[in-house]
């Protein structure tokens, strides 16, 4: 299990080339004029974790097995998208399906490529998507409204703590606040994320700058980091047209000496990688073996038996223990026989909280 990301943004923001470099392929055509991407591209690409190789040499593993980030390429959006404007209404349907927004926004001046607005405001076009996302999610609340309220008359009690619900996120709305900004309570999660919002999806600002700017930014960027900090949102700083060079680049050493030659130091995927994971709370264990060493991702706060049906529901089932060594022990004490004689793997019940790098063996009934 990886996570699911939506490249979204205006036309001509580099949406396309960003999602080209990143899953190194050419399934997007990248071309200068609004809605060259009519149907949505999907791609997966490995999440690069070192952790990975150094537990596979320990335990002779013949095969890597990293999780996966698949990244869907969805076409630009215009101002009354939410009304069906461009192509807004299969675009909006594609973002519900994916776990989080990468927002890509536009800070380079180019006057080769037009702005669908023709202007250079990345904090606007931030707002133009906004502002269609929660225009959608007001239109799908209040059309829930009334249904709800001829069940609360038949004494429905679901339904009045649905309403309730509901209402203090149009409350949001109307005030021009994303859904994901509600205040809730633990026990609303749930019901909250069964609302299927689009402005509650967690959102990763991706600001696409010139090549001189990719190793530091610009003040479009900086403008936009304020935003993202203000928000509590993800926030990267990249170049498209680099990021299409290096992934031209065949060997990795290749591609980190041309980084570092321009004053960056990893791959515009690892830090989208990263902030996704931190945006999303999300944790990588390992299961490692000589048939193959396996990365898994899970929620920060998964306990073993739910890491154990990422696997294969079969394990949560019948979940009974799970052998823990932590990667630093493993590595440390050369790998699972070592960490057993130093006492260093833990036996771990329903209970724990898996932690991210355990090395997890699952024992289970059939």
């Keep these: 299990m990886g996570f699911k990301c939506g490249i979204v943004g205006l036309p001509n923001v580099g949406k396309s080339t960003l999602f080209n470099a990143l899953t190194q392929t050419a399934q997007a055509q990248a071309a200068n004029y609004p809605f060259c991407t009519i149907e949505p591209n999907t791609g997966q690409v490995a999440v690069p974790d070192p952790r990975l190789e150094k537990l596979a040499a320990i335990a002779g593993s013949k095969e890597l097995i990293p999780t996966q980030l698949t990244f ?16 807004g209404n299969q675009f909006l349907a594609n973002i519900r399906e994916v776990d989080a927004i990468v927002h890509v926004l536009r800070c380079f001046e180019d006057d080769d490529i037009t702005h669908v607005d023709g202007r ?8 133009t998507i906004e502002t269609e996302l929660m225009l959608a999610d ?14 609360i ?6 339904a009045k703590s649905r309403l309730e619900l509901i209402d203090r996120v149009l409350e949001l709305l109307r005030e021009g606040r994303p ?21 509650s999806k967690p959102v990763l600002y991706v600001c696409n700058v010139d090549e001189d700017s990719a190793a530091a930014g610009n003040a479009f960027s900086r403008q936009v980091g304020e935003r993202a900090a203000a928000e509590g949102a993800g926030f990267v700083v990249i170049s498209a047209a680099i990021e299409a060079e290096v992934a031209l680049l065949e060997d990795d050493e290749e591609r980190l000496a041309f980084l570092a030659d321009i004053g960056i130091g990893e791959t515009g995927l690892s830090r989208i990688i990263r902030a996704g994971y931190e945006l999303l709370d999300l944790i990588t264990f390992f299961t490692v073996g000589p048939k193959e060493a396996h990365a898994w991702t ?7 038996p739910q890491a154990a049906g990422v696997i294969h529901t079969d394990f949560e089932k019948g979940f009974i223990r799970a052998e823990t060594i932590s990667y630093e022990d493993y590595i440390a004490c050369g790998g699972e026989n070592g960490a057993k004689e130093a006492g260093k793997m833990r036996l771990e019940g329903r209970d724990y909280l898996v932690q991210d790098g355990d090395v997890l063996h699952f024992r289970f009934n059939a």
């Design 298 to 304: 899970v929620k920060k706060g998964a306990t073993a």
């Design 138 to 151: 007001l239109e799908s609340l209040e059309k829930r409204r009334d249904p709800l309220i001829k069940k």
């Design 120 to 127: 250079i405001d990345p904090l606007a076009d931030a707002e």
């Design 179 to 199: 859904a994901r900004m509600l205040e809730r309570a633990p026990e609303d999660e749930k019901p909250f994320r069964e609302l299927q919002l689009l402005s």
């Design 153 to 158: 008359r038949g004494g429905d009690k679901e």
């Design 72 to 87: 869907v390429d969805i076409a630009g959006l215009v101002r009354g998208a939410s009304k069906g404007e461009g192509l």
